[in-house]
């Protein structure tokens, strides 16, 4: 894989333009490579995987972040709620 098509798929990944580097992929593929071109190759696409699982695994977390934070919000608001029910059963049953 020449530098050029690396940074070409790099690109095509970052600007997500998915079925453009799936087509380079099966481009690269299919052209004849020395063994040692061929491992390379292989190093690259696996160093180009772990970035995207990365990416998304960091997307992930910020998403559950925010999930969990929006929880404790509800989880806040249900136990206001739930004190001031009390409080009025209280005050009623003193009436």
Known sequence: MTPNKL???EKLFAE????EAQALIKE???E???SEERGESLVNLAALYLDITNS??????EALTEAFAGLKD???QILKKT???KLAKVR???K
């Open 74 to 76: 509800v989880d806040s």
């Open 83 to 85: 004190d001031a029910d």
């Open 16 to 19: 997500k333009k998915n079925a």
């Open 56 to 61: 998304i695994n960091g997307q992930y977390a």
């Open 32 to 34: 004849r490579m020395t």
């Open 92 to 94: 009623e049953e003193l």
């Open 7 to 9: 940074a070409d798929l």
């Open 28 to 30: 690269l593929l299919s």
